[in-house]
């Protein structure tokens, strides 16, 4: 199990992870098109998110 020290470190460089995401993202949405490279890197940001929250779950579930 893990101590609730590195749970809150891990958290935390979690927000931080999907804060850059956030303004990744929102950049790739002010433009209207968007080339093949741009596409596959929102690709990689959305699997990125779907692995955070996955890992949140399984944290919470581990410390219930």
Not at 22 to 29: E, F, G, L, N, Q
Not at 33 to 46: C, I, N, V, Y
Request: one cysteine or more.
């Amino acid at each position: 199990m893990m101590d609730a020290n590195h749970i809150s470190e891990r958290l935390n460089s979690m927000r931080l992870e999907i804060s850059d995401l956030r303004v990744t993202t929102a950049r790739y949405w002010s433009k209207s098109q968007h080339t093949a490279l741009e596409k596959s890197a929102f690709a990689l940001r959305k699997g990125r998110l779907l692995e955070i929250k996955r890992e949140v779950s399984d944290m919470m579930k581990r410390c219930a």
